[in-house]
């Protein structure tokens, strides 16, 4: 720490997540309720003391870093695509990673604490919506007395979330078949939680809006766990095509 | 941002709230409802813009650096003074100022936001319980459908908080009546709302608890605003003795 207002942090671990590129990840924690993530910390006997008791809670909050967002060149404001990607809002008043300091919170379940697991502690976690690979600063017991204020004004958040239709085509379900098999039993529900929010990025979700007959049969790609899924929107809605190994 | 995993932020402004010390601070936000403090964001134009909406939310979160705590010297394991200062719990499995990163986050209500304040954006927040100059990371607006869990089990934290009756000597009470001609109408409430908290260090309250006779008739005082208030303990509770100008 520096006179001048600045703070050097080092990480103390990381979030393995099924998210390997930004643009699969739910906006926000608890969406994708399956989404689970792994909480890796480095093997320090101090940190393995410094996790007593955590598990007598049931939340905790990950303090991160939004490591692929460099925050030399944050934004202002950004348009959230909450909004329709129309609207814009100062980046202070938003959760955008494009933040002065790219710093993310996000209050997490906690599912399985293993101190002993090799390479240093592991916190399983639900509902995350993190990038894989993301460095972690802190991490803090959610405590509802200070944290949980559930009648808070939302605020333009409040505009409900759209959620789009989920089809698959008979390749994408033998394909799923094979991956079952694999032992990945909820890859089905994980990409139906993902893709009918709409995991484009804001920029294309606003040209090419679902509902837009010129964007039908347009195709995409999104990566989760180690696959790419490939969709097309159509009239009704997404349709996955195929599920094929990275 | 390097590769090593070690992140530098430049805060963004600080919060000036009334605590001057370490020993008067409430240890959560939202505990002493009257404590206002101000978040006086840097002055320049591209902090402003990012204020843009903010105004629509009724809470904001302040991410920001205990930076009375260096972070080279953190504590694995802290005992909280709401077990009584015996019991000794992870410093990740708690809120203590003593982390491996020295960053916390606090939610706190919005009271004002002030864009064209001298000297950069004011934005007037209440329940704070941060030290005064306490720099600011980030702020990022309260969202409860993704930051609030009410039925998040609190661990340990779920023990009751002990409150300490407050009394005050006339003298004292001739002190506040001074104030309260110089504008400070609260005072007293706000001194009742940090005192009954026992803002005294984990160690001393440890060593010294109210109850203990052997505590009795010892003199203390803490840093509220510009005033040294003296306090004395007793059997039945906090006797304010003086409120004196810093």
Redesign the interface.
């Known amino acids: ?1 520096t006179p ?9 671990g ?1 979030v393995k997540t099924m998210f390997k590129d930004k643009f699969g990840i739910p906006r ?3 969406l994708v309720a399956n989404a689970k993530g792994v909480i890796k910390l480095k093997n320090t ?3 393995k ?6 598990d ?4 905790l ?1 990950i ?1 991160f ?1 939004f ?1 692929e967002h ?2 030399k060149n944050w934004k ?2 950004i348009r959230p695509p909450r909004l329709g990607g129309n609207v ?8 955008s990673p494009h ?3 790219p ?1 993310g ?3 997490v379940s906690i599912e399985k604490i293993d101190l002993e697991a090799a390479g240093g502690p592991e916190i399983t976690v639900g509902g995350v919506d993190l990038l894989d690979g993301t ?1 972690v ?21 409040a505009a409900p979330i759209t959620k789009t239709p989920v089809h698959f085509e008979d390749e994408a379900l033998v394909d799923l078949q094979l991956k079952d098999a694999d032992g990945m039993q909820n890859l089905k529900e994980i990409i139906i939680e993902v893709l009918e929010l709409d995991p484009r990025p804001a920029f294309q979700k606003r040209k090419n809006p679902p509902s837009d007959p010129a964007t039908w049969k347009t195709r995409y790609g999104f990566a989760v766990l180690d696959y790419d899924v490939k969709y097309e929107i159509r009239e009704d809605g997404f349709w996955v095509l195929q599920i094929i190994d990275l």
Chains 1, 2 share one sequence.
């Open positions: 720490m001048s207002g600045s703070f050097e942090f080092e990480a103390i990381h926000q924690p608890g006997p101090d940190l003391t410094a996790l007593r008791t955590l007598q809670f049931s939340h909050w303090v870093v490591h460099g925050g202002p404001s814009k809002v100062g980046v202070l008043a938003s959760r933040r002065p300091n710093i919170i996000s209050a460095p600063l802190d991490i803090k017991p959610y405590i509802p007395y200070a944290d949980s204020i559930p009648d808070a004004n939302p605020g333009w958040a």
